[in-house]
């Protein structure tokens, strides 16, 4: 396995920095160019030129390009997904290959190319656009919330939510994002692929009956009174621990762990030079409600805390990354005194 390098960067396009490496290569100094903030800036060749001959003036020698946002539309050219031509009522149909035009002058510059892409997310809740929203061969896949009400809703109709995600336990949904990764990696001459909302949308999802079922067969035993016996809802917010309490969030973090696996096998599988990379929060005591372990297998900070164990320490994925891209988004350090 490569090396590892950690990356903090800030917001929209921002810088990063890494701390790991061989003393005599260069570090790698990222730029994130997002797709939704910057759909209308980028609609001619011209401007991603700009920003990119920018960029190289300042020192970065990485980019990533999100072609994937949440609305579950791209910006390449694919057979399995809609293009990307509506955000917040702008339409801009390109008749060119966004992602193509990025490597190309990329290239030109002598900067490395990250392909990032949304995994799960599929649709955007708020306006209800989307694929999810678009085809009826998603319904029954995305993610279902148990409210503090008790009640359970489907994340599409949740307009609160970023983003309205598939459910990450369907072998279906994993088979769909995997070949979406196979796509890319195969098109297109890119040095990296960053894995973006390849979580859980919160502590609130998926209490499906697929989960329902994975879950037992995580456990090897029937669970009876679900979601009951995980938690149950305080009228402030808050929630009362059940019987499988931290099992399930050891179970959920395998989820994800096992598919971020999958991913690399399934990059290698194509090009073993490509690396795989990840963006997550840096808060991860906060974050176990996503599934996002991005620590290593080795490490026991979850049992500083009620949810942690011994189970969801093991499920760390650190071990399958290259990079990872840490979004460190706080003006104040908070910790374990000040969550």
């Not at 800030?10 to 790991?20: P, V």
């Not at 973006?196 to 669970?223: I, M, N, Q, T």
């Not at 990059?267 to 690396?275: A, G, L, M, R």
């Amino acid at each position: 396995m490569l090396n590892k390098s950690i990356i903090s960067f800030f917001l929209l396009l921002f810088a990063t920095c890494s701390f790991a490496g061989n003393r005599g290569k260069e570090q790698p100094k990222y730029l994130w160019f997002d797709a939704e903030a910057n759909f209308e800036r980028f609609a001619s060749k011209d401007s991603i030129s700009y920003y990119l001959e920018k960029a190289k003036s300042v020192g970065f020698n990485q980019v990533v390009v999100d072609v994937k946002p949440i609305y579950g539309e791209v910006l390449y050219k694919s057979k399995i997904l809609p293009p990307l031509t509506t955000v917040n009522g702008k339409v801009i149909h390109r008749d060119w290959d966004y992602l193509q035009y990025f490597i190309n002058e990329a290239r030109r510059l002598g900067l490395k190319v990250t392909v990032s892409t949304a995994m799960f997310p599929s649709g955007h809740p708020a306006t209800n656009e989307g694929l999810v929203y678009e085809e009826s061969r998603w319904d029954g896949k995305t993610c279902l919330e148990y409210t503090p009400d008790g009640k359970m809703l489907d994340i599409r109709e949740d307009k609160k939510k970023v983003g309205a995600f598939l459910n990450p336990v369907r072998k279906d949904v994993r088979k769909f994002a995997l070949s979406i990764v196979r796509e890319i990696v195969k098109n297109y001459d890119v040095d990296a692929y960053a894995l973006d909302y390849c979580r859980y949308p919160g502590d609130d999802s998926d209490f499906s009956a697929d989960s329902h079922k994975a879950f037992e067969h995580y456990l090897g035993k029937k669970v009876r009174n679900f979601p009951d016996n995980i938690f149950t809802w305080n009228a402030d917010g808050t929630k009362n621990p059940g019987v499988y309490y931290k099992e399930w969030w050891a179970f959920r973090a395998n989820v994800i762990t096992s598919f971020v696996k999958e991913v690399r096998k399934e990059i290698h599988s194509i090009n073993n030079k490509v690396e795989l990379e990840y963006w997550a929060a840096s808060w991860i005591h906060g974050i176990y409600g996503q599934g996002q372990n991005w620590a290593s297998p080795k490490s026991d900070f979850s049992l500083n805390y009620p949810w942690g164990s011994k189970a969801y320490n093991e499920s760390g994925f650190a071990p399958y990354l290259d990079t990872f891209l840490c979004g460190t988004y706080l003006e104040r350090i908070y910790g374990m005194d000040d969550p």
